[in-house]
T-cell receptor, first 114, second 113 residues
Framework: GESVGLHLPTLSVQEGDNSIINCAYS??????FIWYKQESGKGPQFIIDIRSNMDKRQGQRVTVLLNKTVKHLSLQIAATQPGDSAVYFC?????????????WGLGTSLAVNP | NAGVMQNPRHLVRRRGQEARLRCSPM?????VYWYRQLPEEGLKFMVYLQKENIIDESGMPKERFSAEFPKEGPSILRIQQVVRGDSAAYFC???????????FGPGTRLTVT
């Protein structure tokens, strides 16, 4: 299953399928991007990050792709499991001097059907 | 190594009262960030502090809100004369100096009645 940026905030997939969550970021000067997972009632949990000098990074079952030309970021989750159900946020880190605040996207809710 | 601690986890205040939210960063972290989250929305940056210094408060409302991170003790986010619109989840994150990875606490859910 695949979501399209902020216009489809809910993504429903079958257990075992691959999930793709998309994000459009806003600032060309952002040099660092992070995906967070947030389960209901909890704080955001770091999943994977990527710096602007890379276009792909892989973790355990997750891959982040960065397309700086169109300011687009995606998170791919392989073999999605029920425990992956959560809201996923992309965040961009605007390096303005020593200030490393995060600017967050709206989020995509991922529902995994058993 | 304990993670980022926030307390209280839930806070109920009547309109006009003061709310104090506390955040203890991870051991070894000297940078603290506060974010606010409304239901079904992303986090909105409020303020970034280092020990005894406010680095960026561009996300803080001009009135009623203040934050500090003293030399000793937790970081405090203070909201004076709360209004219903202040009801939200407030998250604190910490990082090591110079590192971008931020670790988040469990949040404080403020309800103003």
């Amino acid at each position: 299953g695949e979501s399209v940026g902020l216009h489809l905030p809910t993504l429903s997939v079958q257990e075992g399928d691959n999930s793709i969550i998309n994000c459009a970021y806003s600032n060309s000067a952002s040099d660092y991007f992070i995906w967070y997972k947030q389960e209901s009632g909890k704080g955001p949990q770091f999943i994977i990050d990527i710096r602007s000098n890379m276009d792909k990074r892989q973790g355990q079952r997750v891959t982040v792709l960065l397309n700086k030309t169109v300011k687009h970021l995606s998170l791919q989750i392989a073999a999605t499991q029920p425990g992956d159900s959560a809201v996923y946020f992309c965040a961009e880190n605007l390096n303005a001097g020593n200030n490393r605040k995060l600017i967050w996207g709206l989020g995509t809710s991922l529902a995994v059907n058993p | 190594n304990a993670g980022v601690m926030q307390n209280p986890r839930h806070l109920v205040r009547r309109r006009g009262q003061e709310a104090r939210l506390r955040c203890s960063p991870m051991k070894g972290h000297s940078h603290v960030y506060w974010y606010r989250q409304l239901p079904e929305e992303g986090l909105k940056f409020m303020v970034y502090l280092q020990k005894e210094n406010i680095i960026d408060e561009s996300g803080m409302p001009k009135e009623r809100f203040s934050a500090e991170f003293p030399k000793e003790g937790p970081s405090i986010l203070r909201i004076q004369q709360v209004v219903r619109g202040d009801s939200a989840a407030y998250f604190c994150a910490s990082s090591r100096g110079g590192s971008s990875e931020q670790y988040f606490g469990p949040g404080t859910r403020l309800t103003v009645t």
